[in-house]
């Protein structure tokens, strides 16, 4: 195969890998709910990210930090990551399908930013306008090398894209202070939010300057050494109980913790460091055992938005943060390229298809900070609880969200000795060096995957294709992957047949919170239950054990393509309201013949914002 590595247009780039990634316009999504999501992140969600960039403060505030204007600052510490990770979704999209108002916004972002940065590089509005005597003083809450990761990422995404020089050397004046300050001069300073580590490597993956890499792994070793000063929540929080190779399992602020994982497979990856990947596997090991919602989603504690305990996987109090999600996608994506072991690729789709895709409003101008797995009628709603809403206060979800679906083809396919490995499934056309081949599928909705080489050199190479661990074959394949090896010729095809029969799942014994409950899923897709779809109240609702789903297609207005599932179910007498709801008898009565039916998880909210259960209670 062609080497693909010298100009790579796309998140990440490492400089060695299982597997090499392509470019994010190497794939052409040409339908399906990728296709959808990326049609309307174009349409709808970037354009209000725009907007919302002078309505946040985000951009006014740099203005401020440049002296071109007065007022107060308004919004968080960290508001500038908003702009930050809006550039990056803007570069990717640009990569992906120019647009003539995308240079234009990088470029005129990244001139306010050079006329805000000090001489020594420093940038950061909120430390300039309101605490220029605490720059550097507060890193346990400051956010400042936080913020400092998404220029940083937001200048390669550009760079990588052609339209960035400028930003570019915004980001690398202000990483030439981190190495100075935080390098070269010895101070031990953490940032209590992780993320200007990963940030750091794909610089270096950019420039070739190895103190970007250096100061990466220094900030990896030094975590859980109780370099962090006290935030009042707690050493877990920031994840400096235990050095990053000792720490057995996820903890803390789920955000932090995964992209924390992201630089530290970053770091072993360029080291060689293989004690650094293995330890960042055993947390991933027992992260999903133990820790992982069946959407994927991450983080079952409101209270510092934090995982809790092995199999605390309440599903009503799910936080699950969409960037949670986000960085999830980061983590197990850098763990695919590393390893080539398709589990990785399995949870990316079940993230991707479930607790990611159910962050954004069909219509793509809504958003959800947290994602449960239940809501029931009397929900108290807050800023950020309830139903989706156009931005919010802080907003690390939207921006977040858009980088990440503008650059989804990224994540599709990639390449290594042996050829080409599929894994995700959309409808399109993959460019992987001089092999093309044409997706024809409607996944998910159906199971049927067609490839058609149009392009292929001369000689055998190997179509890997993904079989999910959920699938009937999912077992035969040890590292989750088929093997076609030929010696292709164009016009040549092959067909993936993947058995969408859906799936009646029942939790671990340990989590406490659902037991006695089941789920349903199909495909990649996990369902639920909202009360618009049921003949009665859902609450009174029960499903009955052993009975097979039925699958019905149809579209509904609010959600478009979808495909139900009904179930055969019981339904209770409504309940009365008594001195305690206990009784030392038989706790439910035989309740009469019903019918539950579940929609996709990531389509709900859409039309009626009542009752919601991923998890139903047995009969």
């Not at 399906?32 to 174009?42: D, E």
């Not at 990717?92 to 399908?97: T, Y």
């Not at 300050?181 to 990963?198: K, P, S, Y």
């Not at 809790?308 to 960085?327: K, Q, V």
Request: hydrophobic fraction near 40%; charge should be negative; proline fraction near 5%.
């Amino acid at each position: 195969m062609s080497d693909l590595t010298d100009r790579v247009r796309g998140p990440l780039a490492p400089s060695t890998a299982s597997q090499w990634p392509l470019n994010v316009d190497d794939v052409e999504i040409q339908g399906g709910p990728f296709g959808r999501w990326q049609q309307i992140n174009r349409e709808a969600s970037i354009p209000l990210g725009l907007e919302q960039m002078e309505k946040s403060g985000a951009a006014p505030n740099l203005r401020l930090a440049a002296g071109e204007s007065g007022g107060a600052f308004k919004g968080y510490r960290f508001q500038d990551s908003d702009l930050y990770k809006q550039l990056e979704a803007v570069a990717w999209e640009h990569c992906r399908l120019p647009g003539d108002g995308y240079r234009a916004f990088i470029e005129e972002s990244a001139a306010l930013l050079a006329r805000a940065q000090r001489p020594d590089g420093y940038l950061n509005s909120h430390y300039q306008v309101v605490k220029q005597d605490k720059i550097f003083a507060e890193l346990e809450y400051s956010h400042e090398m936080y913020c400092a990761g998404h220029l940083i990422q937001a200048a390669v995404a550009a760079a990588r894209a052609g339209c960035g020089e400028d930003l570019l050397a915004v980001a690398r004046r202000f990483a030439d202070l981190l190495v100075q300050r935080f390098l070269t001069d010895g101070d031990d300073g953490i940032d209590g939010h992780a993320e200007v580590e990963t940030a750091l490597v794909e610089l270096y993956r950019l420039t070739g300057e190895r103190s970007y890499l250096e100061l990466a792994g220094k900030l990896v070793d030094n975590r859980g050494r109780g370099l962090i000063a006290s935030t009042g929540m707690g050493p877990l929080y920031a994840q400096d109980h235990l050095p990053v190779r000792e720490a057995g399992t996820a903890v803390g602020h789920a955000v932090r913790q995964l992209y924390l994982e992201a630089g530290v497979v970053d770091v072993a990856v360029e080291t060689g460091d293989t004690t650094l990947l293995d330890s960042s596997i055993r947390r991933w090991e027992d992260l999903v055992a133990t820790k992982t919602s069946i959407t994927g989603g991450h983080g079952s504690r409101h209270d510092g938005e934090a995982f809790g305990e092995r199999y605390e996987l309440p599903p009503d109090r799910a936080y699950n943060e969409s960037c949670a999600a986000i960085a999830s996608i980061h983590w197990n994506w850098r763990l695919l390229l590393a390893t080539g072991h398709g589990r990785y690729a399995d949870l990316i789709e079940r993230t991707l298809y479930n607790a990611f895709a159910a962050s954004t409003s069909a219509d793509g101008i809504r958003f959800f900070y947290v994602n449960p797995l239940q809501r029931r009628a009397d929900l108290f709603e807050d800023a950020y609880l309830g139903r989706r809403r156009e931005w919010f206060a802080c907003a690390c979800c939207p921006p977040n969200i858009m980088r990440l679906v503008s650059s989804l083809g990224h994540y599709v396919a990639t390449t290594d000795d042996e050829g080409v490995s599929v894994h995700q499934y959309v409808p399109g056309v993959i460019r992987a060096g001089d092999v093309t081949l044409e997706v024809e599928t409607d996944y998910p909705w159906d199971g049927r995957v067609r490839f058609t080489v149009r392009s292929a050199p001369g000689g055998e190479w190997t179509l890997k294709l993904r079989v999910p661990a959920w699938s009937a074959s999912g077992q035969e394949a040890p590292d989750g992957y088929a093997r076609i090896r030929r010696d292709w010729q164009a016009g040549d095809t092959h067909t993936l047949d993947l058995d969408l029969t859906p799936r009646i799942v029942r939790p671990h014994r340990r989590i406490d919170a659902l037991r006695g409950c089941a789920a349903i899923e199909r495909g990649p897709l996990v369902y639920c239950f909202e009360q618009i779809d049921q003949d009665g109240d859902l609450e009174d609702l029960a499903l009955v054990p052993g009975a097979a789903p039925r699958v019905v297609e149809r579209d509904l207005p609010g959600l478009g393509r979808t495909v139900l599932i009904e179930a055969d179910a019981v339904r209770l007498p409504p309940s009365t309201p008594q001195d305690l709801p206990y009784t030392a008898g038989e706790q439910d009565p035989a309740g009469t013949p019903a019918t539950a039916t579940a929609v996709p998880y990531y389509q709900w909210d859409n039309r009626d914002g009542g009752v919601m259960r991923v998890w139903m209670p047995l009969a």
